[in-house]
């Protein structure tokens, strides 16, 4: 009786024992998902706190990441302010301009003459009527140098303002750009967080469903127990097991990912507001599709390895008696 179904499985052909095997994974698949069917709350308690835990550091790296797309904005916005000696005619100015808008690294060239910044100064100094007493224009000419988007950022247009210090007619240059080399190591400072973070939080996830395997096996011991006395092997037995980790791990980060848009709608429209103040009109970005699939595909990950963990430790030491 017991060799007969040993040799229908031996005269089946070879493309039909691989049929066999994704038959059989599939209907293992499908038995564990019906078993978390079976018992709603808990299983949905687990994939709770799965889904949670890996939303925690998906969603800081939304933010590293919309914060290093409005940086970006900033560097581009970065100038160069270059103060003119006094005694340089305007022939000798408009000079300098025509040698500086040819330099590669200039995108853009604008200047204000001295009357000009002498105007703008009483306008916004409050000033205006002590100025009027004094005997001659104390303001120099300002050259303003926009980078190109190759020498925005910090380190090349420190590069750029040394190079251009060396003309002749520039008193000294001034590049207020601290805040965003501060800013800069702020969001270095974030980015290790959220690694350490999400390490913390990966080793999380995987304690919390080898745990819930570990029950679950417990409470089928008697039936594991039975299936090893028929001759059921090891990776059959465990298989129902490591799908179960599969299903947490995915329903979990589905979750995750639910948590992470609700997220980004209840920031978006306060970003908005905070950007409308400077000029900008960018919008949050959330999880694009290629960052869900890696989303996706580490909590499966996870959820096997969890199970696996466990499956492998509690499994050996269920023998029939």
Do not use: C
Not at 54 to 64: D, E, K, N, T
């Amino acid at each position: 009786m017991n060799q007969q179904p040993q040799l229908v499985r031996s005269k089946l052909p070879f493309t039909g024992r691989i049929v066999m095997f994704f038959v059989r994974h599939i209907q293992h698949a499908m038995a564990s998902m019906g078993e978390l069917w079976r018992n709603p709350v808990s299983s949905f308690m687990t994939m709770a706190v799965l889904g949670v835990s890996l939303s925690l550091p998906a969603a800081l790296q939304v933010l590293v990441k919309n914060a290093e797309t409005i940086t970006q904005s900033w560097n581009s916005a970065a100038e160069i302010s270059l103060f003119i000696d006094k005694d340089r005619s305007e022939r000798s100015i408009q000079s300098l301009i025509t040698r500086i808008s040819a330099y590669p690294e200039v995108s853009a060239v604008s200047y204000i003459n001295r009357d000009q910044a002498l105007e703008e100064f009483q306008r916004l100094s409050g000033f205006g009527d002590a100025i009027a007493y004094l005997d001659e224009n104390p303001l120099p000419a300002v050259i303003t140098v926009t980078p190109s988007l190759k020498y925005a950022s910090p380190n090349g247009a420190k590069e750029l303002l040394k190079k251009l210090e060396l003309e002749a007619e520039v008193n000294f240059g001034r590049l207020d750009i601290e805040w965003l080399e501060r800013l800069q190591a702020v969001l270095k400072l974030l980015e290790r967080t959220v690694m350490a973070i999400a390490a913390l939080l990966v080793l999380a996830v995987v304690l919390v469903i080898g745990n819930t395997i570990r029950l679950a096996i417990m409470n089928r011991r008697t039936e594991i127990e039975v299936m090893k006395l028929v001759g059921a092997t090891e990776s059959f037995i465990q298989r129902p097991f490591l799908y179960t980790g599969i299903w947490f791990g995915v329903i979990g980060g589905m979750l995750a990912w639910v948590i992470i848009n609700l997220l980004v709608w209840y920031l978006d429209g306060a970003l908005i507001e905070l950007l409308g103040l400077y000029g900008s009109q960018m919008k949050m970005q959330s999880l694009t599709l290629f960052e869900l699939g890696e989303l996706m595909l580490l909590a499966s990950f996870l959820g096997w390895l969890g199970s696996y963990l466990s499956v492998r430790q509690h499994l050996r030491a269920i023998e029939p008696s």
